[in-house]
Protein backbone atom coordinates (compact mmCIF):
# COMPACT_ATOMS: atom_id res chain seq x y z
CA UNK A 1 0.00 0.00 0.00
CA UNK A 2 1.40 3.45 -1.10
CA UNK A 3 1.67 5.71 1.66
CA UNK A 4 3.25 9.00 2.02
CA UNK A 5 3.21 10.71 5.85
CA UNK A 6 4.94 14.26 6.06
CA UNK A 7 6.27 16.01 9.44
CA UNK A 8 8.13 19.00 10.37
CA UNK A 9 5.35 21.46 9.88
CA UNK A 10 5.50 23.99 12.73
CA UNK A 11 4.91 27.97 13.60
CA UNK A 12 8.28 29.91 13.16
CA UNK A 13 9.50 33.40 13.31
CA UNK A 14 9.88 35.20 10.07
CA UNK A 15 13.58 34.58 8.48
CA UNK A 16 13.45 31.26 10.41
CA UNK A 17 13.81 28.03 9.01
CA UNK A 18 12.28 24.34 8.77
CA UNK A 19 12.81 21.41 7.10
CA UNK A 20 9.66 19.05 6.50
CA UNK A 21 10.29 15.28 6.01
CA UNK A 22 7.99 12.72 3.55
CA UNK A 23 8.43 9.60 4.62
CA UNK A 24 7.28 7.11 1.84
CA UNK A 25 5.90 2.97 2.19
CA UNK A 26 5.10 1.07 -0.69
CA UNK A 27 7.38 2.03 -3.37
CA UNK A 28 11.00 3.32 -3.64
CA UNK A 29 10.98 7.34 -4.21
CA UNK A 30 14.10 6.81 -7.01
CA UNK A 31 11.84 5.19 -9.31
CA UNK A 32 9.02 7.66 -8.85
CA UNK A 33 8.48 11.71 -9.64
CA UNK A 34 8.58 13.61 -6.33
CA UNK A 35 7.30 16.92 -5.54
CA UNK A 36 6.23 19.59 -2.56
CA UNK A 37 3.12 21.24 -3.14
CA UNK A 38 1.36 24.12 -0.88
CA UNK A 39 -1.62 25.64 -0.21
CA UNK A 40 -2.51 28.80 1.24
CA UNK A 41 -6.26 29.46 3.02
CA UNK A 42 -7.91 31.51 -0.43
CA UNK A 43 -5.40 30.28 -2.93
CA UNK A 44 -4.38 27.98 -5.55
CA UNK A 45 -2.31 24.82 -4.90
CA UNK A 46 0.87 25.68 -6.12
CA UNK A 47 3.74 23.36 -7.16
CA UNK A 48 6.95 24.19 -4.48
CA UNK A 49 9.44 21.61 -6.19
CA UNK A 50 9.09 18.93 -8.43
CA UNK A 51 12.34 16.61 -9.28
CA UNK A 52 10.94 13.29 -12.19
CA UNK A 53 13.02 10.56 -13.55
CA UNK A 54 12.45 11.89 -17.29
CA UNK A 55 14.39 15.52 -16.45
CA UNK A 56 16.84 14.41 -13.41
CA UNK A 57 16.86 17.65 -12.33
CA UNK A 58 14.83 19.77 -9.49
CA UNK A 59 12.20 22.55 -9.89
CA UNK A 60 11.47 25.41 -7.66
CA UNK A 61 8.75 27.68 -8.25
CA UNK A 62 10.15 31.22 -8.48
CA UNK A 63 8.54 32.34 -5.45
CA UNK A 64 11.04 30.06 -3.35
CA UNK A 65 14.35 30.06 -5.37
CA UNK A 66 17.52 30.06 -3.64
CA UNK A 67 15.83 29.15 -0.44
CA UNK A 68 14.15 25.99 -0.69
CA UNK A 69 15.66 22.83 -1.39
CA UNK A 70 14.33 19.50 -2.09
CA UNK A 71 16.64 16.21 -1.36
CA UNK A 72 16.14 12.77 -0.78
CA UNK A 73 17.06 9.83 1.18
CA UNK A 74 16.96 6.59 -0.86
CA UNK A 75 18.05 4.90 1.88
CA UNK A 76 15.74 5.85 4.58
CA UNK A 77 12.62 6.38 1.49
CA UNK A 78 12.12 9.70 3.08
CA UNK A 79 12.22 13.24 1.07
CA UNK A 80 12.82 16.63 2.59
CA UNK A 81 12.07 20.13 1.55
CA UNK A 82 14.57 22.65 3.57
CA UNK A 83 13.16 25.70 3.90
CA UNK A 84 15.11 28.69 4.39
CA UNK A 85 14.66 32.65 5.19
CA UNK A 86 10.73 32.10 5.73
CA UNK A 87 8.17 34.56 4.39
CA UNK A 88 4.82 35.19 6.01
CA UNK A 89 3.71 34.33 2.81
CA UNK A 90 5.14 30.33 3.11
CA UNK A 91 2.24 30.23 5.44
CA UNK A 92 0.65 27.28 3.71
CA UNK A 93 -0.15 23.48 4.17
CA UNK A 94 2.38 21.75 2.17
CA UNK A 95 1.64 18.36 1.12
CA UNK A 96 4.33 15.75 -0.35
CA UNK A 97 3.24 13.50 -3.89
CA UNK A 98 4.46 11.09 -5.72
CA UNK A 99 3.43 10.33 -9.24
CA UNK A 100 4.40 7.22 -11.34
CA UNK A 101 3.77 8.27 -14.90
CA UNK A 102 6.35 8.08 -17.68
CA UNK A 103 7.53 11.09 -19.54
CA UNK A 104 6.44 13.69 -17.13
CA UNK A 105 8.39 16.96 -16.74
CA UNK A 106 9.23 19.25 -13.59
CA UNK A 107 7.55 21.55 -14.97
CA UNK A 108 3.98 19.56 -15.74
CA UNK A 109 4.15 17.39 -11.95
CA UNK A 110 4.69 21.12 -10.49
CA UNK A 111 1.89 22.88 -12.37
CA UNK A 112 -0.17 19.68 -12.66
CA UNK A 113 0.36 17.81 -9.33
CA UNK A 114 0.22 13.83 -9.81
CA UNK A 115 -1.75 12.36 -12.45
CA UNK A 116 -0.98 8.50 -11.30
CA UNK A 117 0.69 9.42 -7.96
CA UNK A 118 -0.58 9.71 -4.41
CA UNK A 119 -0.62 12.55 -1.84
CA UNK A 120 0.04 12.75 1.40
CA UNK A 121 -2.15 14.42 4.17
CA UNK A 122 -0.05 17.75 4.69
CA UNK A 123 1.98 19.17 7.41
CA UNK A 124 1.00 23.06 8.70
CA UNK A 125 3.63 25.76 8.27
CA UNK A 126 2.73 28.99 9.73
CA UNK A 127 5.53 31.78 9.06
CA UNK A 128 4.57 34.87 12.06
CA UNK A 129 6.09 37.04 14.68
Known amino acids: QVQLVESGGDLVQPGGSLRLSCAASGFNIDHANIGWFRQAPGKEREGVSCLTIKDDKTHYADSVKGRFTLSRDVANNTMYLQMNSLKAEDTAVYYC??????????????????????WGQGTQVTVSS
Open 97 to 118: AADWARGLTVQYLCDHGPTLGS
